[in-house]
T-cell receptor, first 115, second 117 residues
Framework: NAGVTQTPKFRILKIGQSMTLQCTQD?????MYWYRQDPGMGLKLIYY???????DKGEVPNGYNVSRSTTEDFPLRLELAAPSQTSVYFC??????????????FGEGSRLTVL | AQKVTQAQTEISVVEKEDVTLDCVYE???????LFWYKQPPSGELVFLIR??????QNEISGRYSWNFQKSTSSFNFTITASQVVDSAVYFC??????????????FGKGTLLTVNP
């Protein structure tokens, strides 16, 4: 059972570089999310998707982009990396049906440092 | 807007003590869901419980219990006879579908629990 898989687990970027964090899930979940976790600040939602072809901004979308071309994949792109984007990034997925919401399943996280 | 407040930033207990983690939430919706997640030192996020707003029954699972009180907008989590393996950051979270929030999960800032031997 792979669940939610994120790559890479660790990455160091220089200011101004770009990169993509990959996320894939094999549970056929319709909802997918990207969160960032900063020390003492909980998890902040960056972007989310309610299905293939549909994405929307969360609380802190600036500096990021996403796409959802398939149900399984939800990559997060960082353009022009800045030190403020140093964080741990979590991808998550869940199954939603009508008024029923399932729990989020999280990937193991990706630790990104921008120097 | 939704909000989750975990007023306790850090708690330290000695093994076998009982400990309660507080969670207070704000929402204008009548239908919503509350969650607790555990984040051990290894970093992954582990789902513990989901509770919907229509079910105020308390729940017990082994040494874990949850007290949901709509009157005080609280969803507190108690660990009985704590163990060192319970050391983790615990997050309370809330989701609903109001104002187009579309079931986005709002997290509290977390409570770091340290259980000392």
């Amino acid at each position: 059972n792979a669940g939610v898989t994120q790559t890479p687990k660790f990455r160091i970027l220089k200011i101004g570089q770009s990169m993509t964090l990959q996320c894939t899930q094999d549970m056929n979940h319709n909802y997918m999310y990207w969160y960032r976790q900063d020390p003492g600040m909980g998890l902040k939602l960056i972007y989310y998707s309610v299905g293939a072809g549909i994405t929307d901004k969360g609380e802190v979308p600036n500096g990021y982009n996403v796409s959802r071309s398939t149900t399984e994949d939800f990559p997060l792109r960082l353009e022009l990396a800045a030190p403020s984007q140093t964080s741990v990034y979590f991808c998550a997925s869940s199954y939603m049906a009508g008024m029923s919401t399932g729990e989020l399943f999280f990937g193991e996280g990706s630790r990104l440092t921008v120097l | 807007a939704q909000k989750v407040t975990q007023a306790q930033t850090e708690i330290s207990v000695v093994e076998k003590e009982d400990v309660t983690l507080d969670c207070v939430y704000e929402t204008r919706d009548t239908t919503y869901y509350l969650f607790w997640y555990k984040q051990p030192p290894s970093g992954e996020l582990v789902f513990l419980i989901r509770r919907n707003s229509f079910d105020e029954q308390n729940e017990i699972s082994g040494r874990y219990s949850w007290n949901f009180q709509k009157s005080t907008s609280s969803f507190n989590f108690t660990i009985t006879a704590s163990q060192v393996v319970d050391s983790a950051v615990y997050f309370c979270a809330l989701t609903s579908n109001s104002g187009g929030s579309n079931y986005k999960l709002t997290f509290g800032k977390g409570t770091l629990l340290t259980v000392n031997p």
